[in-house]
């Protein structure tokens, strides 16, 4: 197993010609740091791609090589990564975002030349990236789906209301835009007048994209994750999230493993078999206050919550590795279930804005948001970042949260100030 030195290179391609099993992008992410370690404990050489230094994937001593790139747009960035892969020997590259799935399964030829993409191919991955087209097939399986309407101008929005009610559910047709070399993101948003509503459809219109109205369902977050490859699932782990950030139903931040459940296991293997989605992905549902699911979407690539699953005995980035890469993939029957895990940062920012948005839907009053934030460090549970045999990602996560809340507070004392 290789130990990284001390004093880690940080690179610009050209530097060194070297061989890496692997090549992890956005390494600033939860799940690229899960998967650095995963596949470097194993003995693979890993290295990380990032548009700035400090990330906790850089000081994790299982990253061989930390790259840096210059923010200047997507064709920037895949010039960069083609001088990495032509000037080394990448087996695997590794992405856990929408953006930059969208980005090189636009540019797939350009990249298999010289690289294995953990990506499922097309049109599953189209599929699966569109949230239009994804909740299409599963109406057609049969699988419960929100109420919606798709809209594509403000001038739609009242008759929207008029089938969705209110509060509602607004989320656009993809999570990211390429419309602009920059790129967009966009997430989804819980909307309680039409003014709001408005405001949205107009932002995401101006990338291109429709925006979905749905339901507001307000019961438990549940995902379903798995391993596909060839007709057949290698690994399957659910989970439930008790809380997000945004509050609504983002990222999970506190989340427990579960045993997988009959119902949306079986119209989650069902959905992915039918799109034949291969490699990792992600199913979320929702369920309303009678219990039933509904699904919400697909992640076709590494999720933000992936490290319960590792820490529960199925390590989705190696098994995503083995199935990129054209191994044997191991088969995982079972998991750990009941385990608890969680973001703090995450769950900081969390319970903040659930204090900040009180009067809205689905927020708890101040008093029990602060008191399930503490509550929650009586219970055993494991945190994201944390392994004692790797710590310095760790104190760089610390310190960049601890720079980020206290760039927050000043913006915020200067407004007051004003």
């Not at 998967?35 to 001593?61: N, W, Y």
């Not at 970042?385 to 710590?391: A, C, G, I, S, V």
Request: hydrophobic share 40%; net charge positive; charged share 25%.
């Amino acid at each position: 197993m290789y130990v990284a030195q001390d004093s880690k290179e940080r690179s610009s391609p050209g530097v060194s010609l070297k061989t890496y099993d692997a090549l992890i992008l956005e390494a600033r992410l939860r799940q690229s740091l899960t998967a650095v370690r995963s596949l470097g404990q194993r003995g693979l050489s890993v290295a990380a791609v990032e548009t700035f230094d400090g990330v906790p994937a850089f000081a994790s001593r299982w990253c061989r090589e930390a790259f840096v790139c210059a923010d200047d747009g997507a064709e920037s960035y895949l010039n960069f990564l083609e001088r990495i892969l032509t000037q080394a020997s990448v087996r695997v590259l590794i992405t856990s975002t929408d953006a930059h799935a969208k980005l090189l399964s636009q540019h797939r030829e350009r990249f298999e030349k010289r690289v294995r993409l953990a990506l499922a191919k097309e049109p599953a991955l189209g599929i699966a990236l569109n949230k239009e087209r994804t909740l299409g097939v599963a109406e057609r399986l049969g699988i419960h789906v929100p109420r919606g309407v798709s809209v594509k101008e403000s001038s739609e929005v009242e008759a929207a209301l008029r089938e969705v009610g209110l509060p509602a559910i607004v989320k656009p047709a993809e999570s990211w835009s390429w419309k602009s070399d920059q790129g967009k993101g966009l997430a989804s948003r819980l909307i309680t007048s039409a003014d709001e509503a408005k405001s949205f459809v107009d932002e995401v219109a101006q990338q291109g994209l429709a925006t979905i109205f749905q339901q507001y369902l307000e019961g438990r977050r549940e995902a379903i994750s798995f391993l596909y490859a060839d007709g057949r699932f290698y690994a399957r782990f659910a989970q439930w999230a008790k809380r997000t950030v945004p509050p609504l139903g983002g990222t999970s931040v506190l989340r427990q493993s579960i045993a997988l459940p009959a119902d949306i296991g079986e119209q989650a293997e069902r959905l992915v078999r039918e799109i034949d989605l291969e490699g990792y992905s992600e199913v979320e549902f929702r369920r309303d206050r009678a219990g039933v699911p509904y699904l919400m979407e697909i992640n076709p690539r590494l999720s933000a919550s992936v490290e319960i699953a590792v820490r529960a005995g199925v390590d989705f980035p190696y098994l995503l590795y083995q199935w990129a890469s054209g191994e044997k993939i191991d088969t995982v029957s079972h998991y750990r279930v009941g385990g608890w895990m969680r973001h703090l940062g995450g769950d900081i920012e969390s319970t903040l804005e659930m204090i900040q948005l009180r009067d809205r839907p689905e927020m708890e009053s101040p008093a029990r948001a602060l008191g399930g934030f503490f509550l929650a460090f009586f219970q055993p549970m494991r945190y994201d970042y944390w392994d004692h045999r790797d710590l310095a990602p760790t104190w760089r996560a610390v310190w960049g949260s601890t720079r980020y809340w206290s760039a927050r507070i000043g913006k915020r004392l200067v407004r007051k100030k004003s």
